[in-house]
């Protein structure tokens, strides 16, 4: 069992940033992929950013140059760096997790979600 504890949202003003935390904890015996989605009201889930265990990472158009992904394995957490924040930005993040089990079972899990508010 794999748990995925996230934090960081919060509201912030136009120009701002934020950092999201993401921490698996449980039974991991390594890490693949780690993303993070995000999904506004009425809309649909979309992929924000993605990084690979060598450390390549890949972006939406729309937070290119803006979102840095990161990633600590020591610490089997994920981070996203969010500066130059706009209100189109507002959503609820989640992280999505690719985890190699102790047994060799490949398992996606999600986080629970944290809200992000770009407002003035």
């Known amino acids: 069992q794999v748990h995925l504890v996230e934090s960081g949202g919060g509201l912030v003003q136009p120009g701002g940033s934020l950092r999201l935390s993401c921490a698996a904890s449980?039974?991991?015996?390594?890490?693949?992929?780690m993303r993070w989605y995000r999904q506004a009201p009425g809309n649909e889930r979309e992929l924000v950013a993605v990084?690979?265990?060598?450390?390549?990472?890949t972006y939406a158009d729309s937070v290119k140059g803006r979102f840095t992904i990161s990633r600590s394995d020591g610490e089997n957490t994920v981070y996203l760096q969010m500066n130059s924040l706009k209100p189109e930005d507002t959503a609820v993040y989640f992280c999505?997790?690719?985890?190699?089990?102790?047994?060799?079972?490949?398992?996606?899990?999600w986080g629970q979600g944290t809200q992000v508010t770009v407002s003035s």
């Open positions: 990084i690979f265990p060598i450390g390549s990472s």
């Open positions: 449980g039974d991991i015996f390594s890490i693949d992929a």
């Open positions: 999505n997790v690719d985890i190699i089990s102790g047994l060799g079972l490949l398992h996606t899990y």
